[in-house]
T-cell receptor, first 112, second 113 residues
């Protein structure tokens, strides 16, 4: 099993550009999450999903969108990139009813 | 409100000593409290969790203590090793239909050889 795979690992965007951060898991986990981590800080929950077709907002959803068309994939969309979105983004997944989240390696995004 | 905080941003311990990392939380409705370890350049890794109806849980070299009276959580690492050097996050898990996990800011643990 590859676990949770995120692509790309690094990206530089210009202000106003759009991009999609990809996340895929091969563990058949029901729940998936997107977090952002600013330097020296904890992780902030952006969006999460309890299954295909179901998504919900976390602590900091503004400026982002998600979709969950399959159990395996949970892409995160930035429509109009802003410098405040410079961060490291982590995708995670858990089995239903479990607290043990499995994280990807992260995507380091810089908006200039 | 939903918040998880930490008392100290950094902790330095001698190899072989025990480490204690503390955490304060504010949401009494949390179902679980969890500790994660994050090494440089990697995603967080689950260490141990404790359900809100328990006050102690032990794992391999780690013990988590929960004091609901003062809303305090701690992670004890026995015989700290250089490989334990990392940032440790406490998190609280709110069962709102999915598991909504809220993280604290983290404590960096340095292990001196």
């Amino acid at each position: 099993n590859a676990g949770v795979t995120q692509t790309p690992k690094f990206r530089i965007l210009k202000i106003g550009q759009s991009m999609t951060l990809q996340c895929a898991q091969d563990m058949n986990h029901n729940y998936m999450y997107w977090y952002r981590q600013d330097p020296g800080m904890g992780l902030k929950l952006i969006y999460y999903s309890v299954g295909a077709g179901i998504t919900d907002k976390g602590e900091v959803p503004n400026g982002y969108n998600v979709s969950r068309s399959t159990t395996e994939d949970f892409p995160l969309r930035l429509e109009l990139a802003a410098p405040s979105q410079t961060s490291v983004y982590f995708c995670a997944s858990t089995l239903k009813g479990s607290t043990e989240a499995f994280f990807g390696q992260g995507t380091r995004l810089t908006v200039v | 409100g939903e918040s998880v905080g930490l008392h100290l941003p950094t902790l330095s311990v001698q190899e072989g000593d025990n480490s204690i990392i503390n955490c304060a939380y504010s949401n009494s409705a949390s179902d679980y409290f969890i500790w994660y370890k994050q090494e440089s350049g990697k995603g967080p890794q689950f260490i141990i969790d404790i359900r809100s109806n328990m006050d102690k849980r032990q794992g391999q070299r780690v013990t988590v203590l929960l004091n609901k009276t003062v809303k305090h959580l701690s992670l004890q690492i026995a015989a700290t090793q250089p490989g334990d050097s990392a940032v440790y996050f406490c998190a609280e898990n709110l069962n709102t239909g999915g598991f909504k996990t809220i993280f604290g800011a983290g404590t960096r643990l340095f292990v001196k050889a």
